[in-house]
Nanobody
Framework: QVQLVESGGGLVQPGGSLRLSCAASGSIFSIYDMGWYRQAPGKGREVVASITSNGRINYADSVKGRFTISRDNAKNTVYLQMNSLKPEDTAVYYC?????????WGQGTQVTVSS
């Protein structure tokens, strides 16, 4: 059973930066395509960034140029560097597999962008 643990969220002013981490345990992490998702209050969960097992990266238009996804397979960890944060980035952020099949969701990490 894979466990996902997200961390690194917090309260930040508009224009600020945060680096999120997601550690996965219990599986061969390197063979999986991974995504960062977020869910804002009253909205559905959306994928904001993804990285495949061979390093191909995609971003949602809303975060392109501001967020950077990366992974360290040796540490079973995927990262999301978030720069130039906006109030509309406020959400709970999660990581999980990319695609229809998902591991159990972690607790997520709250990101709040507010002055």
């Amino acid at each position: 059973q894979v466990q996902l643990v997200e961390s690194g969220g917090g309260l930040v002013q508009p224009g600020g930066s945060l680096r999120l981490s997601c550690a996965a345990s219990g599986s061969i992490f390197s063979i999986y395509d991974m995504g960062w998702y977020r869910q804002a209050p009253g909205k559905g969960r959306e994928v904001v960034a993804s990285i495949t097992s061979n390093g191909r990266i995609n971003y949602a238009d809303s975060v392109k140029g501001r967020f950077t996804i990366s992974r360290d397979n040796a540490k079973n960890t995927v990262y999301l560097q978030m720069n130039s944060l906006k109030p509309e980035d406020t959400a709970v952020y999660y990581c999980n597999l990319l695609g229809a099949v998902k591991w159990s969701w972690g607790q997520g990490t709250q990101v709040t962008v507010s002055s």
